[in-house]
C-alpha cells in the first residue's frame, strides 16, 4: 500500500464522479461495473475511433509503466505504484523500453549516415 499523487487532469477526471450515485453506493471512484465491461467499453471507443490497437485495462497499465519508466522514474517506484511486490516483473516494462532505445538509435544511426 502506498500513496501515490494524483496528476490534476486525472484528479479533474475523478471529481466528476463525487457525487455519482452509483460511486456512493459501492464506495468506488469510477463507475466501472467490472474489468471485463470496461475491456468492452474500450474496444467499442477503439472501433469508434479507429485505433487498430487491442485497448484493454491491462495495456493502459503497460502503457503508464512503460512512459513513466521512461520519463526517468525508478523502477523500485514504478513496481510499487504497480502492486507489484518486488521489480522482478516490472523488469518487463524496462526491457520493451530498453528495446525501444535500441530500435530509435539504430534508426538515429541510420539517418546521420546520409
Given amino acids: 500500500m502506498c500513496n501515490i499523487p494524483i496528476m490534476d487532469?486525472?484528479?479533474?477526471?475523478?471529481?466528476?464522479y463525487t457525487a455519482n450515485a452509483y460511486?456512493?453506493?459501492?464506495?468506488?471512484?469510477l463507475p466501472v461495473?467490472?474489468?471485463?465491461?470496461?475491456?468492452v467499453y474500450l474496444k467499442e471507443l477503439a472501433d469508434i475511433c479507429?485505433?487498430?490497437?487491442?485497448?484493454?485495462?491491462?495495456?493502459a497499465r503497460h502503457t503508464f509503466a512503460t512512459l513513466?519508466?521512461?520519463?526517468?522514474?525508478?523502477?523500485?517506484?514504478?513496481?510499487?505504484?504497480?502492486?507489484?511486490?518486488?521489480?522482478?516483473?516490472?523488469?518487463?516494462?524496462?526491457?520493451?523500453?530498453?528495446?525501444s532505445i535500441l530500435r530509435d538509435m539504430q534508426t538515429v544511426a541510420k539517418n546521420m549516415a546520409l
Fill in 9 to 16: 487532469a486525472a484528479q479533474e477526471i475523478l471529481s466528476r
Fill in 23 to 29: 460511486c456512493q453506493t459501492h464506495g468506488v471512484l
Fill in 33 to 39: 461495473c467490472s474489468n471485463q465491461k470496461m475491456n
Fill in 50 to 59: 479507429g485505433i487498430r490497437k487491442h485497448l484493454s485495462t491491462h495495456t
Fill in 68 to 99: 513513466t519508466l521512461a520519463s526517468g522514474a525508478t523502477i523500485e517506484n514504478v513496481a510499487k505504484m504497480l502492486g507489484h511486490s518486488d521489480t522482478k516483473m516490472t523488469r518487463h516494462y524496462a526491457r520493451i523500453l530498453d528495446s
